[in-house]
C-alpha cells in the first residue's frame, strides 16, 4: 500500500507543452506539498496545502499551478514547459501541525527536450 | 538569511564503521531540525528529528547532536550498513509550515 503516489513516475516533453502532474495520499493526513529537487540533489519547497487551502506558494512562476480537488490529491500543472523545469517533482504530506515529519512520494521525473 | 549546509558532498566508510554526516545552519530560530534519507530513485524519508532545546536525541542506530553555540547539527550512524547508502538531507522548519533543506551528503559505504 503505497502512502504517497505520484503519476507519472517518468516524463519526457518539448519545450512550450502544458503537463500535469498527479499526487495522492492515503495517510489521512490535512497537509500536501510540492518540492523540486534540481540535478544537484537541492531540494526546494513550491508549494503546500492544508485541507484544500494555498498556504505556501513560494517563488514560482505563474505556469506552474497547483490544484487540491480533496485533502487526499494535490496536482501540479505546468504550462509553456521550459528547458529549466526539467528536474525531479516530489509530492509529499504531513499531519497538520506535524510539517517535520513529512511523507514524500517517488517523485516524477520531468525533462523538457 | 536562510541556509543550511553540509560540509562534506559525499563521505565514504567502510561497512561496520560508525558514519558522522554534519550539517550547519544559520538562523538560530529555527524550533526543530530534522534528518532525511533519500535512496536512489526514491523520496526523501524522514529519519530522525531533534527540537531546538535539546542537544542530543537517539534513535535506532542513529544519533542526532545539536550544538547551537556554534549552530552545528550531526547524525550519526553506528555499525553503518550497506543499505545505508544514500543522500542524507539536513532540514530545519521554523514553523513556518515549509522544511528548508541543505545541500545533502551522499554516503557511500564500502564492503
Known amino acids: 500500500d503505497t502512502a504517497v503516489s505520484q503519476t507519472p513516475k517518468y516524463l519526457v516533453t518539448q519545450m512550450g507543452n502544458d503537463k500535469s502532474i498527479k499526487c495522492e495520499q492515503n495517510?489521512?493526513?490535512?497537509?500536501m506539498y510540492w518540492y523540486k529537487q534540481d540535478s544537484k540533489k537541492f531540494l526546494k519547497i513550491m508549494f503546500s496545502y492544508n485541507n484544500k487551502e494555498l498556504i505556501i506558494n513560494e517563488t514560482v512562476p505563474n505556469r506552474f499551478s497547483p490544484k487540491s480537488p480533496d485533502k487526499a490529491h494535490l496536482n501540479l500543472h505546468i504550462n509553456s514547459l521550459e528547458l529549466g523545469d526539467s528536474a525531479v517533482y516530489f509530492c509529499a504530506s504531513s499531519q497538520e501541525g506535524r510539517e517535520e515529519t513529512q511523507y514524500f512520494g517517488p517523485g516524477t521525473r520531468l525533462l523538457v527536450l | 538569511g536562510e541556509s543550511v549546509g553540509l560540509h562534506l558532498p559525499t563521505l565514504s566508510v567502510q561497512e561496520g564503521d560508525n558514519s558522522i554526516i554534519n550539517c550547519a545552519y544559520s538562523?538560530?530560530?529555527?524550533?526543530?531540525f530534522i534528518w532525511y534519507k533519500q535512496e536512489s530513485g526514491k523520496g526523501p524519508q524522514f529519519i530522525i528529528d531533534?527540537?531546538?532545546?535539546?542537544d542530543k536525541r537517539q534513535g535506532q542506530r542513529v544519533t542526532v547532536l545539536l550544538n547551537k553555540t556554534v549552530k552545528h547539527l550531526s547524525l550519526q550512524i553506528a555499525a553503518t550498513q550497506p543499505g545505508d547508502s544514500a543522500v542524507y538531507f539536513c532540514a530545519e522548519n521554523r514553523h513556518t509550515g515549509k522544511l528548508i533543506f541543505g545541500q545533502g551528503t551522499t554516503l557511500q559505504v564500502k564492503p
Open positions: 531533534i527540537r531546538s532545546n535539546m
Open positions: 538562523n538560530s530560530a529555527s524550533d526543530y
Open positions: 495517510l489521512g493526513h490535512d497537509t
